[in-house]
T-cell receptor, first 112, second 117 residues
Framework: GENVEQHPSTLSVQEGDSAVIKCTYS??????FPWYKQELGKRPQLIID?????GEKKDQRIAVTLNKTAKHFSLHITETQPEDSAVYFC???????????FGTGTRLLVSP | DVKVTQSSRYLVKRTGEKVFLECVQD?????MFWYRQDPGLGLRLIYF???????EKGDIPEGYSVSREKKERFSLILESASTNQTSMYLC????????????????FGAGSRLTVL
């Protein structure tokens, strides 16, 4: 089955810096890769996703890149703000399959 | 605006008790999921259901069972609670196959924090 590894487990940056979170997956059949953000005490919510037919996707200050050959994908947050502080989860799934396999999460702390 | 509702936010149970965690969604979603969230371990799938009365084991089904008698309701059952089942339990739903049409995002409930003494 699919296994997703996520690094780092914690990440501290200064406001305005960039943050990068990296994930690797094991199942070459996986071709859907979402990222979820969980603020303290709240439920996880999707922030961006990418499919294997594209290498990069951007949405304002966040972007995701995918390298299918190496089986890794990354979340990039530019110009970080304190409200970006949260736990971020990557996930992988073969398209059309019912379930997502999540990484272990990255706690991002953005200091003013 | 709450779309996935978990009936209990906090529960305290004793070892050996039977525990029911209820989840209801009002979005007419096909799929429903139960995840367990533990620090450092992320979100681990316990069971999921893609149709009424259908269920599939996730990655950590041992010690759990589920029931889906109606499309909108998905219950997680701990037949005999143990201390290692102390955790945050998250229910989620999605319209249909994850990622199959671009609109199949997981919508999570607020979570049920279970403590087993």
């Amino acid at each position: 089955g699919e296994n997703v590894e996520q690094h780092p487990s914690t990440l501290s940056v200064q406001e305005g810096d960039s943050a990068v979170i990296k994930c690797t997956y094991s199942d070459s059949a996986s071709n859907y890769f979402p990222w979820y953000k969980q603020e303290l005490g709240k439920r996880p919510q999707l922030i961006i996703d990418i499919r294997s037919n594209v290498g990069e996707k951007k949405d304002q200050r966040i972007a995701v890149t995918l390298n299918k050959t190496a089986k890794h994908f990354s979340l990039h947050i530019t110009e970080t703000q304190p409200e970006d502080s949260a736990v971020y989860f990557c996930a992988a799934s073969p398209l059309g399959f019912q379930k997502l396999v999540f990484g272990t999460g990255t706690r991002l702390l953005v200091s003013p | 605006d709450v779309k996935v509702t978990q009936s209990s936010r906090y529960l305290v149970k004793r070892t050996g008790e039977k525990v029911f965690l209820e989840c209801v969604q009002d979005m007419d979603h096909e799929n429903m999921f139960w995840y367990r969230q533990d620090p450092g371990l992320g979100l681990r799938l316990i069971y999921f259901s893609y149709d009424v009365k259908m269920k599939e084991k996730g990655d950590i089904p041992e010690g759990y069972s589920v029931s889906r008698e109606k499309k909108e309701r998905f219950s997680l059952i701990l037949e005999s609670a143990s201390t290692n089942q102390t955790s945050m339990y998250l229910c989620a739903s999605s319209l249909r196959g994850v990622g199959s049409s671009g609109a199949n995002v997981l919508t999570f409930g607020a979570g049920s924090r279970l403590t087993v003494l």
